[in-house]
T-cell receptor, first 110, second 113 residues
Framework: DAKTTQPNSMESNEEEPVHLPCNHSTISGTDYIHWYRQLPSQGPEYVIHGLTSNVNNRMASLAIAEDRKSSTLILHRATLRDAAVYYCILFGNYGQNFVFGPGTRLSVLP | GAGVSQTPSNKVTEKGKYVELRCDPISGHTALYWYRQSLGQGPEFLIYFQGTGAADDSGLPNDRFFAVRPEGSVSTLKIQRTERGDSAVYLC???????????FGPGTRLTVL
């Protein structure tokens, strides 16, 4: 399984942008980059995913490097509710399971 | 609409006992996944169903763990002769169609004393 590396933890101030990095140097051409987050005492929830182009949705933006060996999840204005563990996952084949790493624990300070 | 539900939310059992954990996926979702999450770690894949059949059970740690999905909807994860090391949160997720997003349930916290 292709692996990702993320910082263990990050901190942000409320209402400021947050850039969460992910390295995936062994990504293959068919791997999609997925981001999930897990709030305390809940199951993970989908945030965003992409293949080659940058992606935007109501929750976040995903910036993918041109060589696809890294990506950045961007929260434009962090809120206290965004405090969670963020997972970057590569997903290659239809039906394949997700391989979660330890993720990045994001703390948001008021 | 209703999301993925899991019952019970908490289960405390004694070492050596048998437990069953239930997952109700989103209606119509053909793919169902079980994961296990220990404290401070990301979820760890256990088994994946496509319809009624287990398409990938490579994550089951040993033969004490077994899962079924007889009618292609509800799934049950069964653990025999539980051990203290089985204590974890067991997560279920479902996926529908060709879109890759997985929808996770809240999990069942299993404690083996």
């Amino acid at each position: 399984d292709a692996k990702t590396t993320q910082p263990n933890s990050m901190e942000s101030n409320e209402e400021e942008p947050v850039h969460l990095p992910c390295n995936h140097s062994t990504i293959s051409g068919t791997d999609y980059i997925h981001w999930y987050r897990q709030l305390p005492s809940q199951g993970p929830e989908y945030v965003i995913h992409g293949l080659t182009s940058n992606v935007n949705n109501r929750m976040a933006s995903l910036a993918i490097a041109e060589d696809r060996k890294s990506s950045t999840l961007i929260l434009h204005r962090a809120t206290l509710r965004d405090a969670a563990v963020y997972y970057c996952i590569l997903f290659g084949n239809y039906g394949q399971n997700f391989v979660f790493g330890p993720g990045t624990r994001l703390s948001v300070l008021p | 609409g209703a999301g993925v539900s899991q019952t019970p939310s908490n289960k405390v059992t004694e070492k050596g006992k048998y437990v069953e954990l239930r997952c109700d996926p989103i209606s119509g979702h053909t793919a169902l996944y079980w994961y296990r999450q220990s404290l401070g770690q990301g979820p760890e894949f256990l088994i994946y169903f496509q319809g009624t059949g287990a398409a990938d059970d490579s994550g089951l740690p040993n033969d004490r763990f077994f899962a079924v999905r007889p009618e292609g909807s509800v799934s049950t994860l069964k653990i025999q002769r539980t051990e203290r090391g089985d204590s974890a949160v067991y997560l279920c997720a479902s996926r529908g169609g060709s879109y890759n997003e997985q929808f996770f349930g809240p999990g069942t916290r299993l404690t083996v004393l």
